[in-house]
């Protein structure tokens, strides 16, 4: 059976002792240079501490701004008041423009979502006459600069006489939002077992309830990580939104946008932080609420999968 | 009576009704389920950018009467307008060397990154800040922050490294970082997700077979990874070359960062030309294609294969 | 063959063990291995051979113990330069790189010059039969070329030991059978050192000059193929290799090792493994085929009789197996050379010498794996 192998040293001239007992680290393969070895990996960590340097010091800096009563030669303002933001509030109708923003963003989730997940379905199942064609129709608007299908649409919606209206700023959002649900449910639906479907049929099923029963409880999550992209996505978007909206249908990035380049060098430099700040704030609030559902790799690799052609 | 089977036979025709026939080639009522979106991409993309391009064709009287040139009047003003033609160049400026940094510099933190570490959750949440910051806050960030008498100012001064403040924002370099800024996060996620897509056993293979690190990363991950690099520098590419607000907060937008989507709102909404807005527009659509193609035709010279995992 | 081992004239594993993350996944492996042996390492999943075989490897680092060839130590060098071929259990082979630039790979890290690296590779692909294919892409070829084209890329290099895990396990059943056949050929031709993880018992003892047969990262016995086949060193280990008839039963009479046993129903003469002593609780483990229904052509054996009730006959060709009911309600599987009627009494009988008998020690449940687990579920 086992023989127990002498440990005392009978080995050859210039072998170490054997040291059966000593417990080492179970973390690195032997020959592996450890994470903090390698001149790489300075320059890595380096780069990486430059990068969140300037991303917390313009946070940092812009919260502090909208704080401040003025602030321009020293460190830190001199005092700190909460002015700005109720100025913001009253001058620029924040709750309207907050308004304005959440309304056009669960618009757009709502139809993209309604018109776009059934045409996921039908890409990742089936085969029919010119399914190449409708893909690539369905690539396009994610895949150009927004100005250049943009200004087009924004001079349609304008000759139509829909020029600053909320229905045209929620329209042109559609655009990008569509393809983009539809590109990331299509893989999303192909990896469900398609099985499944044949079983609940054989078991008696309709369609329908194929569809109610079966398939939407698992596309949920799909559904909810694709309305967050969205969500993301529109809220931020500025080309589109700028330019077909006006004074009453304007979204916040655009609101701001307008504060920072109004004629005569445009608001206060504070003013403007503190909305920012509000915008930044919103923002946290949703992605906190997303991030409940859904891991951040999720977002940006359901991208890639779909971009994947 | 049948005739005899001469060699090959040939398969019988369907004698199933046309309902089944259409089925067979995908056609039946389910298809039903595409209408909306098509309705929605015709009617909000197809023709807005076919009339874009009909638009393009039929420029405003001034322009007719400055440059000639009949129904392409349009395109002889884009090109021989150096104020417009030069923006080419300078977005080219711009969103290259952007694209190409984003995509270089994920690739070592990518690798560094990719075992499991503590923290790496929370690393990885705060890499996707940026992304949603967007790029107005961003930009109004910079102007605070990277100004002349912003911290990082002030903190180099300290220090002694400068004497004079450094002109970070209102010119090119400002545009830059918000580029880098929003584009490097996504390009690491990208270039991250296809990483771990390599199946890690091939790596393992190559070890056994005596490849140091260095032959392995060459030899084995490079070609691997490629085609996925090729996808993140376009997609990151596409998104700087579309660079707007930024380009005029917190650049030089009459001056080193007039980019073209800065030339076709100034037709669009100060000159309200129509036509040369969609004509810069467009423009800005088939560069971008040109470049996309030329780095799609290097992807497919490599290797044509998956990334890993048995066939 | 000019394919011929370097060769080394032992392997020693001493104390070798891993535990990372508050688990023990290998505990003391000791084994030496002479040059040209074929080893099998071989256990339920979890048992830790995959760990042992990556260590060795030098994919893992070890936490206790060492690996020494010839006295030296190796368990301290990188994996790159071991100087092992390794099979992967789904082959690994570069995507990227057609048949012969996969295979020529380890040749070119050890800068060997090209013109032998061409007649190397050319000579390996003759060796597993896919001279037309040397020019496709892995995406190109079957799962059963893959896996000789892994087998090749690993043994080209001429390396002093080769490591497979699991290698056929991706393979349908056919071509599982023929390619152990065609893994066997090769060691006997080429001579090669071979360690090969499997958890197929079969399949080890076909192939194998020795087998180590682990458990929870414990070394359970290691032996050769007819060691482990006719003497099973635990009840485990012989539930392991096939002996399907576990039963408990009290020792009631004890003469060196000859054991008398009573319980469900029957009074059994065995043979114990390891000592008992009477009042014992033990477990008597029996070979299916060693466990027969009485009939002309096979008297009683021992003076062991069983009487059972059939429940089931399956057709075996040459023989039937039968499921029998005990009269305390436990199954047991049984041959027959003849098909009993179901629902009929029969009489059993087994050698002695073949019903072996060990402790039986309390069954925890928490420390099963998956597949004990739901083997048990099934037995009922």
Redesign the interface.
């Known amino acids: 059976m086992t023989a127990k192998t002498d440990t005392s040293g009978a080995h050859g001239v210039g072998s170490p002792p054997p040291t059966p007992t000593k417990k080492r680290s179970g973390a690195r393969a032997p020959g592996e240079r450890s994470l903090a070895a390698s001149p790489t990996t300075w320059f890595v960590w380096a780069g990486t501490a430059a990068f969140f340097i300037f991303l917390i010091g313009i946070l940092v800096s812009v919260v502090v701004d909208s704080l401040g009563k003025s602030w321009f030669n020293t460190w830190l303002p001199e005092s700190f008041s909460k002015d700005w933001y109720s100025n913001a509030w009253g001058q620029f109708e924040m709750t309207h423009i907050i308004g304005v923003t959440l309304i056009v963003a669960v618009v757009v989730i709502v139809i993209s979502v309604l018109v776009g997940v059934p045409a996921a379905y039908l890409l990742a199942r089936r085969n029919f006459p010119f399914k190449k064609t409708v893909t690539l129709l369905f690539l396009l608007p994610v895949l150009m600069p927004p100005i250049t299908y943009g200004i087009p649409l924004a001079t349609v919606m304008y000759n139509i006489g829909l020029g600053r209206t909320l229905t045209a700023v929620i329209l042109v959002n559609l655009v990008p939002s569509i393809p983009f649900v539809i590109m990331t449910m299509t893989p999303f639906i192909e990896q469900i077992n398609p099985t499944i479907e044949s079983a609940a049929r054989m078991s008696g099923a309709s369609m329908r309830r194929v569809f109610t029963k079966i398939l939407m409880p698992l596309l949920i999550p799909g559904i909810l990580a694709a309305s967050i992209l969205v969500l993301v996505r529109t809220v931020g978007m500025f080309d589109l939104t700028f330019l077909v909206s006006g004074p009453q249908s304007d979204t916040l990035v655009v609101a701001i946008y307008r504060a920072m380049t109004a004629a005569g060098g445009g608001e206060a430099r504070q003013l403007i932080s503190s909305m920012a700040v509000i915008y930044t704030l919103t923002m946290m609030v949703i992605l906190i609420v997303a991030l409940r559902f859904v891991s951040p790799t999720q977002l940006v690799a359901r991208v890639k999968e779909s971009r994947e052609d | 009576m049948t005739s005899p089977a001469l060699g090959r036979s040939t398969a019988t025709r369907s004698t199933a009704s046309m309902r089944h026939r259409l089925a067979e080639?995908?056609?039946d009522t389910?298809?039903l389920?595409?209408v909306?979106?098509?309705i929605?991409?015709l009617a909000?993309?197809?023709?807005?950018?076919t009339?874009?391009?009909g638009?393009t064709l039929q420029p405003s009287a001034a322009t007719q009467e400055k440059w000639g040139g009949g129904a392409f009047s349009n395109y002889v003003a884009f090109f021989k307008d150096s104020f417009v033609s030069d923006s080419v160049w300078l977005t080219m400026r711009l969103a290259l060397p952007a694209a190409l940094f984003n995509v270089l510099?994920s690739i070592?933190?990518a690798f560094?990154l990719r075992h499991r570490?503590r923290g790496k959750?929370f690393l990885?949440?705060?890499?996707?800040?940026?992304?949603?910051?967007?790029?107005?806050?961003?930009?109004?960030?910079?102007?605070?922050?990277?100004g002349r008498?912003?911290?990082?100012n002030?903190f180099l001064m300290q220090i002694g490294v400068i004497d004079q403040p450094l002109a970070l924002v209102n010119n090119y370099l400002g545009v830059m970082?918000s580029l880098v800024?929003s584009g490097?996060p996504?390009a690491f996620?990208?270039i991250?997700?296809?990483l771990s897509g390599i199946?890690p056993?091939?790596e393992?293979?190559?070890?056994?077979?005596?490849?140091?690190w260095k032959?392995r990363f060459r030899?084995?991950i490079l070609?691997?990874l490629a085609p996925?690099l090729a996808?993140t520098f376009i997609?990151t590419f596409?998104l700087a070359?579309?660079v707007?607000?930024s380009a005029?907060?917190v650049g030089d937008a009459m001056g080193s960062t007039r980019v073209?989507?800065l030339m076709?709102?100034r037709a669009?909404?100060e000159q309200i030309d129509?036509p040369m807005?969609?004509t810069?527009?467009?423009m800005?659509?088939v560069i971008?294609l040109v470049v996309?193609t030329a780095v799609l035709l290097w992807r497919s010279f490599l290797?044509k294969?998956?990334?890993?995992?048995?066939? | 063959m000019a394919i011929a081992a370097s060769k080394f004239e032992s392997l020693e594993l001493q104390g070798v063990g891993r535990s990372f993350g508050g688990i023990d996944a290998l505990v003391d492996l000791n084994l030496t291995v002479r040059a040209g042996e074929f080893i099998a390492l071989l256990g339920p999943s979890g048992c830790g051979k995959s760990t042992a075989l990556n260590c060795l490897a030098g994919l893992l680092p070890l936490t206790h113990g060492q690996i020494l060839i010839d006295g030296k130590r190796v368990d301290t060098v990188a994996a790159e330069n071991r100087g092992f071929g390794m099979v992967f259990q789904n082959y690994a082979l570069f995507p990227h790189l057609t048949v012969e630039k996969n295979i020529a790979f380890g040749l070119q890290m050890r800068n060997v010059p090209k013109p032998e690296v061409k007649s190397r590779v050319a000579e390996a692909i003759a060796l597993v039969k896919l001279e037309e294919h040397a020019k496709k892409l892995p995406g190109q070829l079957s799962g059963g070329q893959q896996q000789r084209v892994a087998i090749a890329r690993a043994v080209v290099m001429e390396p002093r030991l080769v490591l497979m895990d699991e290698p056929l396990s991706n393979l349908d059943a056919k071509l599982r059978l023929e390619m152990r056949t065609e893994i066997r050929r090769l060691h006997q031709s080429l001579g090669l050192t071979t360690l090969y993880v499997t958890h197929d018992q079969e399949e080890a003892l076909s192939m194998a000059d020795r087998l180590v047969v682990l458990r929870e990262g414990r070394v359970q016995q290691i032996g050769t193929p007819e060691d482990l086949h006719n003497n099973p060193a635990n009840w485990r280990v012989a539930d392991f290799m096939g002996y399907r008839n576990l039963l408990d039963l009290d020792v009631t009479a004890v003469k060196g090792s000859a054991v008398t046993l009573q319980g469900e129903g029957f009074t059994l003469r065995g043979t114990a493994v390891l000592p008992v002593t009477v009042g014992d609780k033990a477990r008597a483990a029996i070979r299916p085929e060693d466990l027969v229904v009485v009939s002309p052509a096979e008297p009683v054996r021992g003076g062991n009789t069983m009487a059972a009730t059939v429940s089931v006959v399956e057709y075996h060709g040459r023989e039937f197996a039968v499921g029998v009911t005990s009269p305390s309600g436990r199954g047991l599987h049984v041959h027959s050379d003849h098909a009993p009627a179901i629902g009929s009494t029969v009489e059993l009988t087994a050698d002695p010498g073949r019903v072996l008998v060990y402790q039986a020690d309390a069954i925890d449940v928490e420390k099963l794996s998956v597949e004990e687990r739901e083997l048990a579920e099934v037995r009922g």
């Open positions: 080639r995908g056609i389910s298809l389920m595409l909306p979106a098509l929605f991409a909000l993309f197809v023709y807005p950018f009339y874009g391009i638009l510099a070592p933190m560094k570490f959750k990885t949440t705060l890499l996707v800040l940026p992304i949603t910051l967007g790029t107005v806050l961003t930009a109004q960030g910079l102007l605070i922050f990277a008498q912003g911290w990082l002030r970082f800024i490097f996504f996620l990208l991250s997700s296809y199946d056993s091939i393992a293979a190559a070890k056994t077979m005596g490849a140091d032959q030899r084995i070609p691997l996925g996808t997609l596409v070359f579309s707007f607000p005029r907060l073209m989507a076709a709102y669009f909404g129509y807005a969609s810069i527009a467009i800005m659509g971008e996309i290797y294969g998956s990334t890993g995992g048995k066939g």
